[in-house]
């Protein structure tokens, strides 16, 4: 979340300036990651990648076995449901 140091404010992303400016003062504004850790470049609405804001250390987050699991599981239940239907 980009904190403006002079003004003591939270911005969102799409409420800077098109160079990573705070609106209100111009000043330059230091940003983090979801995780509270300092991104080195500025993120501009041109520049913004979600992905690689919500990653931890820089890598990817794979989806969890247990939710794949879920989904295939909720799969067989509705194919099920529908086979059910013309039995
Ligand atoms: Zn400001």
């Known amino acids: 979340m980009p ?12 409420a800077l300036t098109t160079s990573g400016d705070c ?9 983090s990651n979801i995780n509270g850790k300092p991104i080195v470049e500025i993120v501009t609405p041109e520049t913004l990648d ?3 804001l919500a990653s931890l250390n820089g890598n990817q987050e794979r989806v969890p076995w247990h ?21």
Do not use: D, H
């Open 50 to 52: 979600l992905r690689k």
């Open 23 to 31: 609106p209100k003062c111009g000043s330059t504004i230091s940003q």
């Open 67 to 87: 939710f794949k699991l879920l989904v295939a599981m909720l799969v067989a239940y509705l194919s099920w449901r529908v086979v059910s239907l013309f039995i």
């Open 3 to 14: 904190w403006c140091e002079e003004c003591s404010k939270y911005f969102v992303p799409n």
